[in-house]
């Protein structure tokens, strides 16, 4: 049998993270023979992940890709079970590569990839969510992560021109749009989009206030609708104020004032908002 150095068992185990013990005996298991040794290594580690896999995964974090024309872009959230492996450079690594390939093939496989990576760091490794946009007619896909790649967004804006597209008027509207959506955490891109359920709810809410109390019949029509325009300024994000401009215009005006100034007609088609560990609205 063939002397299984440890040279072969230091380079096995930095190819595949696993303990040198179990290097050495995968080795030795196939007579020095480092593609098999890695199969072995997988083949145990993936044993290992079904053990770990019932465990909860709940921080991890964001990542984006975008195609360099900018017409397709994909958001992913992967989850781990600590903070301190989510800043391991192969769960980021995994992350980003997951984001390449949905964008390539939106039904892309990676459990293969995702097991070993269990077996490597020791947690359980899961990825959640994502969402894939590709644009239509005149337009662009833009990303932003969060420092910390605890919050990433996702948008699609379009326009009514090609030659838009390419202004770069345009583009800092797209990426300060992204910049916007991760400060304010709007719900919808408009008050169409509110639900009526949702709206009835918040007008409920708004007619039981203490607010109310002692307030003229007349007056009170006027105070709950309000505090329904506050509600929209808070969801909607056409209507919050602009963060860039300290909420002195709403996100509406600054692109009214952009689209006039290229001649255009812009508008936000679709955006997503992931928070690690967050649970998805139903």
Avoid: W
Avoid at 164 to 169: E, H, I
Avoid at 174 to 192: E, Y
Avoid at 211 to 235: D, H, N, S, V
């Amino acid at each position: 049998m063939a002397e299984i150095s440890a040279a072969a068992v230091a380079k096995l185990r930095e190819m595949t993270n696993a303990g040198m013990m179990d290097c050495k005996k995968a080795l030795t298991e196939a007579k020095g023979d480092m593609g098999r040794a890695v199969d072995i290594l997988r083949r145990k580690g993936a044993a290992t992940a079904v053990l770990k896999g019932g465990r909860q995964a709940r921080e991890g974090l964001i990542a984006q890709h975008i195609a360099p024309d900018g017409c397709l872009g994909v958001l992913v959230e992967v989850n781990c079970q600590t903070d301190f492996a989510a800043r391991n450079e192969m769960f980021r690594s995994f992350a980003e590569e997951v984001a390449r390939r949905l964008a390539a093939d939106p039904g892309a496989a990676f459990e293969a990839e995702r097991v070993a990576l269990v077996a490597k760091i020791g947690e359980n490794v899961q990825v959640p969510r994502h969402v894939r946009m590709e644009v239509t007619g005149n337009g662009m896909v833009a990303a932003y992560i969060h420092t910390g790649a605890k919050v990433g967004v996702l948008v699609e804006v379009g326009a009514g021109k090609e030659s838009t597209v390419g202004q770069d008027q345009f583009k800092q509207l797209v990426k300060d749009i992204t910049l916007q959506i991760a400060a304010g955490n709007p719900s919808a891109i408009s008050r169409d989009q509110v639900p009526p359920a949702v709206i009835a709810k918040e007008r409920e809410i708004a007619a039981q206030s203490d607010r109310l109390k002692g307030k003229p019949p007349q007056a009170i029509g006027k105070i709950i609708e309000g505090m329904l325009e506050k509600f929209y300024q808070t969801c909607c994000l056409v209507d919050q104020g602009f963060v860039k401009r300290n909420s002195e215009i709403s996100v509406k005006e600054h692109i009214a004032s952009v689209a006039s100034q290229l001649g255009d007609e812009i508008t936000i088609r679709r955006f997503a908002r992931f928070q690690v560990g967050e649970v998805p609205a139903a």
